[in-house]
């Protein structure tokens, strides 16, 4: 009856998320819906305009903004609580769990530098006011993070690889090795993908003058113009090395790892004889925990292609577009605004997969809400409470 009610949890749980992100897709894709709508209408007035427009009017930077920022809130709040769940829980401190909590910190910081991106695709498009260090950080940082991200994931994959088919080497690797992994995939990415990009972009105000530039239509805060060479030269490079192939290993390694569980499911059910009933709760124990193993890995994995796959596609696509049209302007605006959408929503994601795919982490997220944090406020107003009464008292007898 317990089993029972969990699949049943469990499948409330997947219908919510599936809802939600519903929800989310048909926005983007109502909204992109319309501005195709209204660019076919207003093409043959604006190819005939001699004089910059912006790609965008202020509706659609209400709309984008609302949306943006929301998805912001969410990812910040959703990966900082994931993180400080994992570091007071001792039930999860095992391997998985510091990749999970490395994985977090690289979604907390995409959600942090967020509203940098939304500034440079709206207000900041023509004028880019802030101090060119956020420019310049926020192109080092996303990167980083990026490339960091699809390296954790494909280490994720392989550690669940190796815990299916070499369970004995996997006992021997320890979280100290799972960190020391960790710091090294950090300090690749701060070198291949920080430093390179940062140097590479900057602020500036754009050369609006000949609108047939194939720069013309580019944001203030981008590449700039006289290493444009050198950057095409690094995404030909790195995007490959550090997206393209996590992406096809993540898929090898998954496919591989669910082979596995099933093959040995396969081979325990031809062995399996009549067993007393302690013999059998401890199969369907196991049973179990391999079920979230496969879920936690086809959740993280699907959450990863939905928000890194448009945004690679969007970079080469936007290096090589030569459409200086106001509609091929007003298209390359709108794909950088619905990739940006569907990588936040995928940093959104992550935090509800994994608790969504963990009973144990479901259960010390809701002790940590409903104990510590919930119990640390109580005090917290018990303890002024007390301090004001104090006071009053003693200005009571100072009279």
């Keep these: 009856m317990l089993a029972l009610l969990n699949i049943h949890i469990l499948i409330a749980a997947i219908a919510s998320c599936c809802i939600y992100s519903l929800g989310i897709f048909t926005m983007a894709t109502t909204f992109v819906t319309q501005m195709l709508l209204s660019t076919l209408e207003n093409t043959a007035s604006n190819e005939t305009t001699l004089s910059w427009r912006r790609p965008f009017d202020d509706v659609r930077v209400g709309a984008v903004a609302g949306l943006l920022i929301s998805l912001m809130i969410l990812g910040f709040f959703g990966n900082l609580l994931t993180i400080c769940v994992i570091l007071t829980s001792k039930k999860l401190r095992n391997i998985f769990n510091q990749f999970i909590l490395s994985l977090c910190f690289s979604d907390l910081i995409s ?5 940098v991106n939304l500034y440079r695709w709206t207000w900041g498009f023509d004028d880019f006011a802030l ?13 980083c993070t990026s490339y960091v991200t699809a390296m954790h994931i494909l280490s994720f994959a392989i550690l669940r690889l190796i815990s299916v088919w070499k369970p004995f080497v996997f006992t021997r690797i320890t979280v100290v090795h799972g960190r020391i992994w960790i710091l090294v995939m950090w300090m690749i990415g701060f070198m291949c993908g920080f430093i390179p990009f940062a140097y590479l972009s900057g602020a500036s105000t754009p050369d609006r003058s000949d609108l047939l530039s194939a720069t013309a239509g580019w944001p203030a805060c981008t590449q700039k113009l006289e290493t444009i060479l050198q950057y095409k030269l690094m995404i030909h490079i790195t995007y490959p090395l550090f997206l393209y ?30 067993s007393v009933a302690s013999d059998a709760w401890k ?41 200086q049209s106001f509609s091929g302007r007003r298209t390359e605006w709108m794909f950088g605004v619905v990739q940006n959408i569907f990588l936040r929503f995928s940093e959104c994601l992550n935090p509800m997969f994994y608790n969504l795919a963990s009973a144990k982490m479901r259960s010390e997220t809701l002790h940590f809400l409903t104990q510590k944090l919930y119990k640390s406020c109580f005090r917290t107003k018990e303890l002024n409470r007390t301090d004001t009464s104090s006071a009053m008292s003693n200005k009571g007898l100072q009279l």
């Design 111 to 115: 959600a942090c530098i967020s509203w």
């Design 131 to 143: 101090p060119n260090f956020f420019c310049w950080f926020y192109w080092g940082a996303d990167v």
């Design 245 to 274: 192939a996590p992406c096809i290993g993540i898929l090898l390694v998954s496919i591989a790892t669910m082979t596995g569980l099933l093959s040995k499911r396969r081979e325990k059910t031809k062995k399996r004889t009549i």
């Design 283 to 323: 199969q369907e124990k196991k049973a179990k925990k391999e079920r979230q193993a496969i879920l936690q890995l086809v959740l993280i994995v699907g959450s990863f292609m939905i928000g890194y796959i448009p945004f690679t596609i969007f970079e080469f696509w936007t290096v090589a577009n030569t459409d």
